[in-house]
Every structure is written in C-alpha cells, then in structure tokens.
C-alpha cells in the first residue's frame, strides 16, 4: 500500500462518528422492559418440561410406577384449570409489578420442594410450581396490555418465541445436567438460576408500587366529581350478559382445551417414545424431542403468513394444523425412523 493510501486510510478511519454513549444508554434503557418481560415469561413451561426426559431416573430413584408417573405429569394442567379462579383474585388484591416477583418465588419454592427426594415432594412441589405458572400465565397478558400497548402484536409472538426457547433448553440439556449434578439438581436448576436473573432484573426495571402509587388515578385520565356517577349509571343501564351464554366462547373453550391436551401430552410422551420406539439414549431422546419445541417459534409466524400474504382460508389452514398433529403420534408408530419429519411437523402445528 503507498503512503498516500495509508494516509487515505487512516484520514477516512478517523472521520467515522464515535457512537454516542447517551444514544447506547438510551437504547440499553428502551430495551430492559422488554429484557425482564421475556426472562420473567420463559419461566413459565421450562421448570415443567424438564421432567419428562428425566421421568425413568426419577421413576427408579423414587420407586414409582408408571401410572404415578403419568399423574406426576398431569399435576401442572390440572393446576392451570383449577387455580386459575384463584389467581384471579389473588391478582386483584397485588400490584401487577409485585405479583411477577410473587409468581416467581412460588415457582422457585416449588422446584425446591420438588428436588426433595421423596414421591409426595415431587408431586406436592410440582403442584406449587404449577400454581406460580397459573398466576404467571394471567400476569403476562397484563404486561403486554400495561407496558407494551404500542407493541401488542410483536410482544404477543416475542413471549410464544421466549416460552418455546426456555422449553428448547430444558428438554434438550436436562438429561446431560443430569449427568453432572443428578436429576434433583437438574430439575431445581431450571427454575432457580432464570428465576433468580428474572427477578432481580423485574425488580430493577418495574420496583413494586407503594400503595398510593396505586390508588392514584393514571395518567391521562380526567376525574370530576360527576365521574364516578356517570359511570356507575353507565354501568347499571348495560345488561348483563353472562360469557356463557356465547357460542363463539364454549367454542374456542374447547378448541383451547384440545390444543392444551394436544400439547401437554405430547411433551410428556415424546421423551418416553422416543427412547422406547426411536431406540435413542435418555440425553439423545431429550435433545431430539426438542425439535419439536423449537420448531414450534415458527408456527406463529407461518399462519398469518398463510391467511395474510398466500391468501388461505381459515378453514384451509386449521386443516393443515390439525393433519400435523396428528402426524406426529401416527408417524412415530408406524415409521420411527423418520422422528425427526414428524418432530417438525408436530412442533409447527
């Protein structure tokens, strides 16, 4: 190189604009909310679908059968169904901030107890993880509504995105950690170490609110004297509607409950099925039912693709979901060899 380009070189290399180190704080600043939304949500199916890979060395530690296995894996849906009236008023009574750190600790607390050694603690521990989640799975909605109100649509896919990471790891690296610390520490593991980051970064970015922070009336909104009697006649003039009484709601009840039947019980299967069908190890079948969890980051993003950009119908694209679920159990008992194409068409749906 000639000392003119060197000098070219240098004199252009100079000119470049350092970054702003406001500009970087700033940015640092803007993206912490969504940092400790997305660490708090991940907590919310990992510390439960670490179990499955590890169901036959805690079946043999513990001396349990395999009906008390497949109890042990019911315990978080049934929890989700019946604590969830539960939750509901327990939130009432919280500030949305203090409630995460809430959710939190019980799902800690309950995977400590669960570590404990015995069949009662593992379901009695398993039980307080599910009720944490149950909390956590109304929380989440009202932080996407509270907190990112301009980014509904992007938050909503970032916490799906953000769950099925957590589960990814879990399912996939359970089995190994096992290995190393044992299948107690493995499974505390998965809630203690997030739960810990997440809830020291929520309490940095969202502290929990004093009481008159609470009461005061949020910004933007104008209080009269006449306010709280319009509203009241407003309220007393509407009839009430029961959600029952809805169609479309019995509807989509039950399709939300087939999708969570479909869901719950193929996580706790696919380990088994892979290892007794697949002929794969404890950490091979762990880290192959993992691509199911993983692919599943990419059906959210294909079906408005499909109705929006390919112009499908509704109707078109349920059927397709529904042919890749059932593709997944027929496919492992008729061809096994080929997991791997069911996995994926399992974890799209």
Same mark, same amino acid.
């Given at each position: +190189?000639?000392?003119?380009?060197?000098?070219?070189?240098?004199?252009?290399?100079?000119?470049? $604009?350092?970054?702003?180190?406001?500009?970087?704080?700033?940015?640092?600043? *803007? *993206?912490?909310?969504?940092?400790?939304?997305?660490?708090?949500?991940?907590?919310?199916?990992? $510390?439960?679908?670490?179990?499955?890979?590890?169901?036959?060395?805690?079946?043999?530690?513990?001396?349990?059968?395999?009906?008390?296995?497949?109890?042990?894996?019911? %315990?978080?849906?049934?929890?989700?169904?019946?604590?969830?009236?539960?939750?509901?008023?327990?939130?009432?009574?919280?500030?949305?901030?203090?409630?995460?750190?809430?959710?939190?600790?019980?799902?800690?607390?309950?995977?400590?107890?669960?570590? *404990?050694?015995? %069949?009662?603690?593992?379901?009695?521990?398993? *039980?307080?993880?599910?009720?944490?989640?149950?909390?956590?799975?109304?929380?989440?909605? +009202?932080?996407?509504?509270?907190?990112?109100?301009?980014?509904?649509?992007?938050?909503?896919?970032?916490?799906?995105?953000?769950?099925?990471?957590?589960?990814?790891?879990?399912?996939?690296?359970?089995?190994?950690?096992?290995?190393?610390?044992?299948?107690?520490?493995?499974?505390?593991?998965?809630?203690?170490?997030?739960?810990?980051?997440?809830?020291?970064?929520?309490?940095? %970015?969202?502290?929990?609110?004093?009481?008159?922070?609470?009461?005061?009336?949020? /910004?933007?909104?104008?209080?009269?004297?006449?306010?709280?009697?319009?509203?009241?006649?407003?309220?007393?003039?509407? /009839?009430? %509607?029961?959600?029952?009484?809805?169609?479309?709601?019995?509807?989509?009840?039950?399709?939300?409950?087939?999708?969570?039947?479909?869901?719950?019980?193929?996580?706790?299967?696919? /380990?088994?099925?892979?290892?007794?069908?697949?002929?794969?190890?404890?950490?091979?079948?762990?880290?192959?039912?993992?691509?199911?969890?993983?692919?599943?980051?990419?059906? $959210?993003?294909?079906?408005?693709?499909?109705?929006?950009?390919?112009?499908?119908?509704?109707?078109?694209? +349920?059927?397709?979901?529904?042919?890749?679920?059932?593709?997944?159990?027929?496919?492992? +008992?008729?061809? $096994?060899?080929?997991?791997?194409?069911?996995?994926?068409?399992?974890?799209?749906?």
């Amino acid at each position: +190189m000639s000392h003119t380009d060197a000098r070219g070189c240098r004199g252009d290399h100079t000119t470049q $604009p350092a970054p702003d180190p406001q500009l970087r704080h700033a940015a640092w600043q *803007a *993206a912490l909310p969504t940092i400790a939304f997305l660490l708090f949500v991940s907590l919310l199916r990992s $510390p439960i679908t670490a179990v499955p890979p590890l169901l036959g060395r805690m079946a043999g530690d513990l001396g349990m059968s395999s009906s008390a296995m497949g109890a042990l894996t019911s %315990v978080p849906v049934l929890c989700f169904g019946a604590l969830t009236p539960i939750a509901s008023l327990v939130l009432r009574r919280l500030d949305l901030n203090s409630s995460v750190l809430w959710a939190l600790v019980i799902i800690m607390a309950g995977s400590v107890l669960r570590s *404990a050694g015995s %069949v009662w603690a593992a379901f009695a521990g398993t *039980a307080v993880i599910a009720a944490g989640m149950t909390l956590g799975n109304l929380i989440a909605p +009202m932080v996407i509504a509270r907190s990112f109100r301009s980014r509904t649509a992007l938050m909503t896919s970032s916490y799906s995105a953000s769950i099925n990471i957590a589960v990814t790891l879990s399912t996939a690296l359970a089995a190994p950690l096992a290995l190393l610390i044992g299948w107690q520490g493995s499974t505390a593991a998965w809630a203690l170490v997030p739960g810990v980051i997440a809830g020291f970064v929520w309490w940095k %970015v969202f502290p929990p609110q004093r009481r008159r922070d609470r009461d005061a009336v949020p /910004p933007g909104t104008v209080s009269s004297p006449g306010t709280k009697a319009r509203h009241g006649r407003d309220a007393r003039s509407k /009839p009430s %509607v029961s959600i029952a009484a809805w169609p479309l709601a019995w509807i989509m009840a039950a399709a939300f409950a087939a999708h969570n039947l479909a869901y719950y019980s193929t996580v706790t299967w696919l /380990p088994t099925a892979l290892r007794e069908v697949a002929r794969l190890g404890e950490s091979g079948a762990g880290l192959a039912s993992s691509v199911f969890q993983i692919t599943a980051v990419a059906g $959210p993003l294909m079906v408005p693709l499909a109705l929006n950009r390919m112009g499908w119908s509704m109707r078109r694209v +349920m059927i397709i979901v529904c042919a890749c679920w059932l593709a997944l159990p027929f496919g492992m +008992m008729t061809l $096994p060899s080929l997991w791997l194409v069911w996995c994926i068409l399992g974890g799209i749906a």
